[in-house]
């Protein structure tokens, strides 16, 4: 039996102060493909970012493979795909060169790339099918093969277990299948997976658990529901306005935010 | 008249020069990709507080420079991640109190403005030799780490969080950039001068991007173009008819600007093209047109008709007077 990937014990999450996560225990064993689910400002995206470290916990303990999160180091063992409109940045770069970042993990400083770099690089743009864009720059792909190579960066640090933050969110039904043969690829190798996801679209199918969040607090934890049943009320928003503000308000470079320089709550 | 290549000063500034011009864009690459533009200008205002301290103290205004430069550097990236403010906000603040500071305390020390103009606008040909072997070391230093940490500069420029989960040193590596930013800033200083410093850092990247399409190229690219505008904006001042006064700093920003000017619709070109080739997407087709006949063309379409032919999905649509035409035995489909 393998090391528990994932494990959060009474896990809080307070952002500037106001609770949003609370007392939520998680659990996902080796191989699972688990679907984070919930409303808007339900807090899935902060629950991923809290058990990805990026969100620090007000309370509870986050587990990695067993180790506590703070001492967390084989960071080649998980792989991460932030929620992003686009891969673009202020320069252009090959969807090679992104997908090759995903490799950072597994590489020594100022070594070049290894024969195993390479063919890693390679098979995951082979697993999303972009195998013959890599020397395309990525800001000439549409919106969906973006998010593809985002996931391909992800694999390329060949990792044990998978966060990805809304992979299907504003992509069309052909990239939306593309993606999901390519996780369907990777559950098939024994990944374990967590997903965060509004609505499930053609991934259904792999989903083996879901989990529903409702304002910060875990509502639902079993088998996998239908999409229309996610949004019943019993787990939808109790109130309008949302508690959203960590997906994008203070996300730094990608949104523009008028505040005090100073202004804390990190 | 190419004299003025043999005097020591201008052997002195060349060196100068072709230093700077591949230091200055190795950084500018990862300010532009993080859409940091105008950092380079931040951190040159506040190095004007540093020169002025260095004018006021006696004390070599390089040292003064570079020390308040990376202070100034460390402390906009610091309001940047710390405050949940855009980096410009934080320029911008970092802006007016560097050369706020520095007129004030030039004003104090009875320094005459014209020696602070020296590192305004620059003063290439009046740089000295230990000036030259500190440029070129400080170049060395940025160039090697530029080039040799690529992978994991571009991999946080690129993605912020990303690179923390495939646990990258975030803070740490966006610190050495600032720096990196300050010590070019430093050394550029002398040849184009503080307020045109981030001209050599940002317009190289900005024209060597308009051609390529990996982050590898636009940073060599870039270290290229601008090495060739320092060296070739100096040797074009120094050749400048007698009884001129040309000032370096200002051509080596015009030609670099030049390149740019130059490449732009050849990028622009390209980029179009680009977008015109690109296949369309492999959905079924729209059974409800009405397909073309064949005979109500003068020409078949093929390889050599000259209509752009674009695949899609099994097979290619030839584009014509704004209809996808897909050969379909007799006829043309419309796609």
């Known amino acids: 039996m393998s090391v528990t990937p994932l494990h959060l014990t009474d896990g809080a999450v307070a952002i500037g102060g106001r609770p949003v996560l609370r007392g939520i225990d998680l659990r996902v064993e080796s191989g699972e493909f688990v679907a984070l689910m919930g409303a808007n400002g339900s ?10 470290g990026l969100r620090p916990l007000t309370s509870g303990t986050v587990e990695l493979f067993g180790t506590d999160l703070r001492h967390f180091h084989d960071w080649q063992r998980v792989g991460y795909v932030p929620q992003r409109l686009g891969a673009a940045t202020g320069v252009p770069a090959s969807v090679w060169e992104v997908v090759a970042s995903g490799r950072l993990t597994r590489r020594r400083l100022l070594r070049p790339l290894s024969r195993a770099d390479r063919s890693a690089i390679q098979d995951a743009l082979e697993v999303v099918d972009l195998a013959d864009r890599g020397r395309d720059g990525v800001s000439q792909l549409s919106g969906g093969q973006q998010q593809r190579v985002l996931i391909a960066r992800a694999l390329a640090g060949e990792p044990e277990l998978l966060f990805l933050d809304e992979p299907t969110a504003g992509v069309d039904l052909p990239n939306q299948l593309a993606l999901t043969a390519a996780l369907g690829e990777l559950a098939s190798r024994g990944a374990t997976i967590v997903l965060v996801a509004h609505e499930l679209g053609p991934l259904a199918g792999l989903v083996g658990r879901a989990v529903v969040m409702r304002d910060g607090r875990v509502a639902y934890d079993g088998a996998p529901l239908a999409d229309h049943q996610v949004h019943d009320p019993r787990f939808a928003e109790t109130h309008l306005h949302h508690h959203h503000t960590d997906g994008h308000a203070l996300r730094h470079d990608h949104s523009p935010h008028v505040a005090s320089p100073l202004e804390g709550g990190r | 008249m190419l004299d003025i290549f043999s005097y020591p000063f201008m052997q002195r500034a060349l060196l100068a020069a072709f230093f700077t011009g591949l230091a200055a864009p190795a950084v500018g690459t990862y300010i532009v990709q993080r859409r940091l533009a105008l950092l380079g200008d931040g951190i040159g205002h506040v190095a004007v507080t540093g020169v002025a301290l260095g004018l006021l103290t006696g004390i070599a205004p390089t040292w003064t420079a570079v020390t308040v430069a990376v202070l100034g550097a460390v402390l906009i990236e610091i309001i940047r991640e710390r405050g949940h403010t855009n980096g410009d906000v934080a320029l911008a603040l970092l802006f007016y ?12 020390g009875g320094q005459s403005a014209a020696r602070l103009q020296e590192y305004l606008f620059g003063s290439i040909t009046t740089i000295s030799v230990g000036d030259v072997w500190v440029t070129m070391a400080f170049a060395a230093v940025v160039i090697l780490i530029g080039v040799g940490l690529a992978p994991q500069l571009f991999a946080v420029a690129q993605d912020e969080e990303f690179a923390r989960v495939a646990g990258l040193n975030v803070r740490a590596y966006n610190l050495l950039v600032a ?12 040849t184009v001068g503080l307020l045109l410093v981030s001209a050599l850092m940002v317009v190289p990247v900005a024209t060597s991007q308009q051609l390529t399409r990996s982050f590898r190229t636009t940073l060599g690219a870039a270290m290229v173009l601008g090495m060739v505008a320092s060296v070739g904006g100096l040797s074009l001042s120094a050749l400048a008819p007698a009884g001129t006064r040309v000032a370096p700093g200002s051509t080596i920003v015009l030609l670099s600007l030049a390149g740019f000017v130059v490449t732009w619709p050849l990028g622009a070109w390209l980029r179009r093209r680009q977008l015109q080739r690109a296949p369309f997407p492999a959905l079924p087709p729209d059974e409800t047109a009405t397909p073309h006949d064949a005979a109500q063309h003068d020409h078949d379409h093929g390889p050599a008709c000259g209509h752009a032919a674009i695949p899609h999905g099994d097979h290619v649509d030839y584009v014509h007077d704004g209809h996808r035409h897909a050969p379909h035995e007799q006829h043309y489909d419309e796609h």
Do not use: E
């Open chain 1, 43 to 52: 807090g899935k995206t902060t629950l991923v970012r809290a058990l990805t």
């Open chain 2, 97 to 108: 109190g560097g050369l706020a500071g520095g007129v004030l305390l030039t004003g104090l």
């Open chain 2, 179 to 190: 720096v990196l930013a300050a010590v070019s800033v430093t050394i550029a200083m002398r």
